[in-house]
């Protein structure tokens, strides 16, 4: 299916590895140039080799998204080399494990910068110039946590929860800029820090007998549902929460 992105702008939030990497090399697939960000230089030069091998174009920035100046920086950048984007994908590694009892109120801070400050600076970056063309896509990359709290997750699930709050008020006020604005939940999906996790906490590893679809996700899959978001062909989704977690939340 040729998903109409072919020369679109897409900038990808934590690109670098994991499933935002896997995001931007769905998106160069389909044509598009991609902007992607990291903080970690050698992962995001062996990204940067991954998606030009696919053909399409890569501007790669390295920053921390949770500091307002790297924020500043890499949209400053952003534009200069491209104009606009297009399709802004929000992206963050998770913050560490624990419950209530084990967090600072730096700790808090610190998390609220990750996940929502990033997506707030980001999306005040590349907002003017959706508006100015009147189209756009704002895809956050979630987690299902925010519709079924994971136990020893507590910063993630608190945090995570006001970013869909912030997108679900965005896509009423841009509707009217053809602006769509979705949130998509991964679930437990083969990735590092699905490693971890279950690392620090080995109960992870049975929790394929919680997932109907009896086994966890690749990051093909999930990429594969955020290109859909991004492409003419979602065009009246918006507002929308969706899950890619093989039916692991229990709720309608």
């Known amino acids: 299916m040729d998903l109409g992105l072919k020369n679109k702008v897409a900038f990808v939030a934590a690109s670098s590895q994991g499933l935002?990497?896997?995001?931007?090399?769905?998106?160069?697939?389909?044509?598009?140039?991609?902007?992607?960000?990291?903080?970690?230089?050698?992962?995001?030069?062996?990204?940067?080799?991954?998606?030009?091998?696919?053909?399409?174009?890569?501007?790669?920035?390295?920053?921390?998204?949770?500091?307002?100046?790297?924020?500043?920086?890499?949209?400053?950048?952003?534009?200069?080399?491209?104009?606009?984007?297009?399709?802004?994908?929000?992206?963050?590694?998770?913050?560490?494990?624990?419950?209530?009892?084990?967090?600072?109120?730096?700790?808090?801070?610190?998390?609220?910068?990750?996940l929502l400050g990033s997506v707030v600076g980001l999306v005040k970056g590349f907002l003017p110039g959706m508006?100015?063309?009147?189209?756009?896509?704002?895809?956050?990359?979630?987690?299902?946590?925010?519709?079924?709290?994971?136990?020893?997750?507590?910063?993630?699930?608190?945090?995570?929860?006001s970013v869909v709050g912030l997108m679900k008020t965005l896509s009423n006020e841009l509707g009217e800029y053809r602006i769509t604005v979705n949130n998509v939940m991964p679930g437990y999906t083969q990735t590092a820090r699905l490693t971890k996790l279950i690392e620090n906490n080995p109960s992870f590893a049975s929790v394929t007998g919680e997932i109907p679809l009896g086994r966890f996700g690749n990051p093909e899959e999930f990429a594969a549902a955020v290109a859909f978001l991004a492409s003419d062909r979602a065009s009246y989704i918006t507002g929308v929460s969706l899950a890619v977690d093989g039916g692991w939340i229990k709720g309608v």
């Open 20 to 114: 935002g990497k896997s995001v931007a090399l769905e998106l160069a697939r389909e044509g598009a140039r991609i902007i992607i960000c990291g903080r970690n230089k050698e992962s995001l030069k062996t990204a940067e080799a991954e998606i030009k091998a696919t053909g399409a174009s890569v501007l790669p920035l390295a920053g921390d998204l949770s500091m307002q100046e790297d924020r500043e920086n890499i949209v400053e950048k952003t534009l200069k080399e491209f104009g606009k984007v297009d399709i802004l994908v929000t992206n963050s590694g998770g913050p560490p494990t624990g419950k209530f009892e084990a967090f600072t109120a730096a700790d808090w801070d610190k998390a609220v910068q990750q």
């Open 131 to 161: 508006k100015d063309q009147k189209w756009g896509r704002i895809i956050s990359i979630t987690s299902q946590a925010v519709k079924q709290p994971v136990n020893n997750l507590i910063l993630s699930n608190a945090v995570r929860s």
